[in-house]
């Protein structure tokens, strides 16, 4: 019987690899990848935070696209779970985008969410 792959927490789109590739080419040192996470902030209560990430922690999730990782944090994952991270280049603005099935609600601003 075939064991069924376990789904990743989220997925990442080639606009973002290509993104996130850009930006450890630019750090200028050795880099494991990005760590994504969620904290406390904004009018409806969550944002999204991203950081380089040097090494894996312990639990977290990790997503591969291509040669990039991205490191999921563990308290972010049941926020995360189905979360699809791109990144738009638009006229007057630029940015990772999450496409978060989980989300209930957007501040106005866009800034931060609720779930």
């Not at 738009?88 to 496409?99: A, L, P, R, T």
Request: aromatic residues 8%; charged residues 25%.
């Amino acid at each position: 019987m075939d064991q069924e792959a376990p789904m990743q927490v989220m997925t990442i789109t080639d606009a973002a690899a290509a993104r996130v590739r850009a930006m450890i080419e630019g750090r200028g040192k050795p880099t494991g990848g990005v760590r994504v996470g969620v904290r406390t902030a904004g009018c409806s209560g969550l944002s999204y935070t991203l950081e380089f990430a040097d090494e894996v922690s312990e639990f977290d999730a990790v997503v591969r696209h291509g040669p990039i990782t991205v490191f999921v944090d563990p308290k972010a994952q049941p926020y995360l779970q189905g979360t699809e991270m791109d990144f738009v280049d638009k006229d007057m603005e630029s940015g990772f985008v999450f496409n978060n099935p989980n989300e209930k609600s957007r501040c106005g601003c866009g800034e931060s969410f609720h779930v």
